[in-house]
């Protein structure tokens, strides 16, 4: 199965996010792979925003402050209780 550009950018934004400290949007911009970037050369600023916002729709990450200050932080999704032994 081919994976889409959509699905491409939301795996490198994804993978950018850090588990241990919250990111600024200049942060995240800083460590994405350069190469990968390079093949979206369309990919924006208000998309790279709206993947970032349906992340914490979905669980994916949490966001803390606003406006220019805004961080994001990727999270382990919470699993039930009986499926952490099944």
């Given at each position: 199965?081919?994976?889409?550009?959509?699905?491409?950018?939301?795996n490198?934004?994804?993978?950018?996010?850090?588990?241990?400290?919250?990111m600024?949007?200049s942060?995240?911009?800083?460590?994405?792979?350069?190469?990968?970037?390079?093949?979206?050369p369309?990919f924006?600023?208000?998309q790279?925003?709206?993947?970032?916002?349906?992340?914490?729709?979905?669980?994916?990450?949490?966001?803390?402050?606003?406006?220019?200050?805004?961080?994001?932080?990727?999270?382990?999704?919470?699993?039930s209780?009986?499926?952490?032994f099944?």
């Amino acid at each position: 199965m081919a994976s889409t550009k959509q699905d491409d950018i939301e795996n490198l934004i994804l993978s950018t996010l850090s588990f241990y400290e919250a990111m600024t949007f200049s942060k995240i911009v800083f460590d994405m792979d350069t190469e990968l970037l390079k093949s979206y050369p369309d990919f924006d600023r208000d998309q790279m925003l709206l993947i970032l916002r349906s992340f914490e729709k979905r669980g994916l990450v949490k966001a803390s402050g606003e406006g220019s200050d805004r961080k994001w932080q990727r999270i382990h999704k919470k699993r039930s209780f009986w499926k952490r032994f099944f």
